[in-house]
């Protein structure tokens, strides 16, 4: 089973360029406290739309590739407890993630055998901790270039420098699922 590929996008300098640049004026909205980064809400649903509104270059890259984006989320991390081994909610098996920032001393790894506990909390949100220790790597990738991830298996995210902080990801929802471009590979 392959859990990753690297893909090239058109114009991805200029992609990741208006992605920063529309974050930082976003930021206000993903810190619950602005004066204090590590109040940062992990997972930040952001004005996909007006982002695109400004970075037509976006949508145009995966035009090219044969995908329509659905939705965009951006993905940030400040130490090690938010890329605690997951699997992604929705129906969609993969994403494609692009690095913004801070991503080149990341690690994002994969793996088998892994037993989840399921909690909802009272405003309806679930929470997976993971509840044995006898699980297995199965592969590892550093996000540095657009990247498929297999988003329905387990993986987690490590930060190996937690000084060069935020790491910023996008992971772009499209339709078809990218999951097409891990199966292709598969024999």
């Keep these: 089973m392959k859990y990753w590929k690297k893909i090239k996008l058109k114009n991805l300098d200029v992609i990741q360029k208006k992605a920063e640049e529309f974050l930082d004026k976003e930021k206000e909205k993903f ?11 992990p ?5 996909h739309k007006e982002f695109r509104k400004e970075c037509p270059e976006f949508d145009q890259a995966f ?10 989320i951006a993905y940030i991390m ?16 993969a994403r494609v993630n692009i690095p913004i920032v801070n991503c080149e001393e990341t690690v994002t790894s994969f793996y088998a055998n892994v037993k989840f506990s399921q909690e909802i909390f009272p405003n309806g949100a679930v929470f ?29 995210i490590k930060l190996n420098d ?17 999951i097409i471009l891990l199966e292709q590979d598969d024999s």
């Design 63 to 72: 035009e090219e590739l044969g995908f329509k984006v659905k939705f965009v």
């Design 78 to 93: 400040l130490s090690n407890y938010e890329g605690a081994i997951h699997v992604d909610s929705g129906a969609d098996r």
């Design 162 to 178: 937690e000084a060069k902080v935020p790491r910023v990801t996008l992971s772009v929802g499209l339709d078809p699922d990218p």
């Design 128 to 156: 997976y901790s993971v509840v044995n220790t006898d699980y297995n790597l199965v592969d590892e990738v550093t996000v540095d270039e657009p990247t498929v991830l297999r988003i329905s298996k387990p993986h987690g």
């Design 31 to 41: 810190l619950t406290n602005p004066q204090d980064l590590r109040n940062i809400v």
């Design 43 to 47: 997972v930040f649903l952001f004005d």
